[in-house]
């Protein structure tokens, strides 16, 4: 069912209207902070509001305006859409706290909370895109606002990274505009709201065209091999813009795309007739195992996390590869299980570069007797991405392997056995090194970060306990992807 409602707008108009708020605000820290927490809380709320209805059936739709017949901002908050805007959502309330604490004195502190704002905002937006053309027009404001938060130090490496940044994300955006200029010529609509609005009568090549165009566009910011360079590089940035970056927008922004392509604009049934799946898959497999092998050989924390985070991006490539109910719930869920324990491993890393001042992987011997329930928080993590039980990385990984087992492509289960031992090798020597490697003859008192950032990291490690024991509990995120699926498989 179908209804008009006001909330599809209303939720990024939030986010919006706060970092409008922020810039008046300017140096008046009181109502800066003031504006960040009350909007991402009403934010949330309004979100949240629309999960029951979701949760039965019901999508909020909200046409905007229409610049020529089939063509106009739209908005359509399905279950797929309401997942993602939920998880961003929350993310954003948690990592506004960790933010207000860790930018404490940073000289351009209005500039970054400003354009945090509007990321947020263009992310709730393209959730709820009834269209390509609403989806393309927020993802590429989301492009553009999250440049001046990657070279916010104004450093000579900084700018050279937002160019980097720029280079890659606009680049894939043509190929977008491109792939949805096809695809409205081919059908006359450029909607979202169907299980697939293609045809095998539109010839492999033009199928191959927009599948090109589309996937290879939106495989930028989701950072699929070889498309990923830019994403190391950004690690410059402050760390909640790092965890912004791979958590809670740009990243995920890529993987949505990837999912609303596959389910949205082609469909299960027309990609099995055409076997473009196949090759994607390949591809996602190659990027999980590849980049888990460099990650590694990194020292610096946030570059290992970054090829980390390129690694287990593709964990939704190639669930949405598959094209089965099971693969595709795991495809879903990993937007939410990947994110709160990568927003985790972040914020660990942050609180410990702003209390110790390492950076290193090798420097952290012993920091676990320093700050305990910090490095506690990333362990939590670590498993989870390794993929233990009562961890939301096992419900990725144990719905990945049915998946497989369900589309008898069961060489993936040797990729998941082979991630699961590669996340071990480049994680667990960090717990090792914090809890069991103090330097000899030191004396170590604990010494936690500041509250703000404590509490968030916290926060972010109890979803990703929550997340991993609640699946079968109705209600919780694990239900809303379940309907995404019955969506788009006609179950």
Excluded at 10 to 19: F, G, K, N, Q, V
Excluded at 73 to 89: E, I, N, Q, Y
Excluded at 323 to 342: D, M, S, W
Excluded at 389 to 414: D, Q, R
Aim: proline fraction near 4%.
């Amino acid at each position: 069912m179908e209804v008009t409602d006001i909330r599809v707008i209303l939720a990024p108009a939030i986010s919006l209207l706060c970092a409008a708020l922020v810039f008046v605000a300017g140096s008046n820290k009181h109502w800066r902070r003031f504006w960040m927490l009350s909007a991402a809380t009403l934010k949330l709320g309004v979100v949240m509001s629309m999960l029951p209805g979701s949760l039965q059936g019901t999508v909020y739709t909200w046409d905007m305006i229409d610049f020529t017949p089939g063509i106009g901002l739209a908005f359509r908050a399905d279950a797929l859409g309401m997942f993602f805007a939920a998880v961003s959502s929350t993310l954003w309330v948690i990592t506004t706290i960790y933010a207000i604490g860790y930018m404490t004195g940073d000289e351009h502190r209005v500039r970054f909370f400003g354009f945090f704002a509007l990321c947020v905002s263009t992310t709730v937006g393209l959730a709820f895109a009834e269209n390509l053309l609403t989806f393309f027009l927020f993802y590429e404001m989301l492009t553009i606002c999250t440049y001046p938060l990657v070279i916010h130090d104004e450093t000579p490496d900084a700018l050279k990274a937002g160019r980097k940044y720029l280079t890659y994300t606009l680049i894939g955006g043509a190929f977008i505009m491109v792939g949805s200029v096809i695809v409205y010529d081919a059908t006359g609509t450029l909607s979202l709201g169907h299980p697939g609005i293609l045809s095998a009568e539109l010839g492999t090549r033009t199928l191959l065209l927009i599948f090109v165009s589309l996937v290879g566009g939106f495989a930028v910011k989701a950072a699929v091999m070889p498309l990923h360079g830019w994403l190391p590089s950004a690690m410059v940035a402050p760390t909640p813009v790092s965890a912004l970056l791979h958590a809670v927008a740009v990243v995920k922004a890529g993987a949505f795309g990837i999912l609303r392509t596959i389910y949205n604009v082609f469909g299960v049934d027309l990609l099995e007739e055409i076997g473009f799946a196949v090759p994607l898959m390949w591809i996602a497999a190659f990027t999980i195992l590849a980049a888990s092998l460099v990650a590694i050989f990194q020292d610096n924390i946030k570059r290992r996390l970054a090829f980390s985070t390129i690694s287990q991006l593709s964990y939704i490539v190639l669930g949405a590869a598959l094209l089965t109910p099971f693969a595709a719930t795991a495809a879903i869920v990993h937007i939410a299980n990947q994110a709160f324990a990568k927003i985790t491993m972040f914020f660990v890393a942050g609180a410990i570069q702003r209390t110790t001042g390492k950076t290193n992987v090798h420097e952290l011997a012993g920091i676990g007797y320093r700050m305990p329930w910090t490095m506690g928080a990333f362990t939590v993590a670590a498993l989870s991405f390794i993929g233990m039980p009562l961890f939301a990385g096992f419900i990725t990984k144990w719905y990945l392997s049915l998946g497989a087992l369900e589309s008898g492509e069961y060489w993936v289960l040797a990729v998941m056995i082979a991630s699961a031992m590669l996340n071990a090798a480049y994680f667990l020597p960090i717990v090792y090194l914090a809890f069991f490697k103090a330097p000899p003859g030191t004396k170590l008192r604990v010494a936690e970060a500041r509250p703000t950032l404590l509490i968030s990291t916290l926060v972010a490690a109890a979803y990703v306990i929550v997340l991993g024991t609640t699946a079968e509990v109705p209600g919780m995120p694990f239900s809303l992807a379940q309907a995404a699926v019955h969506f788009v498989f006609g179950m």
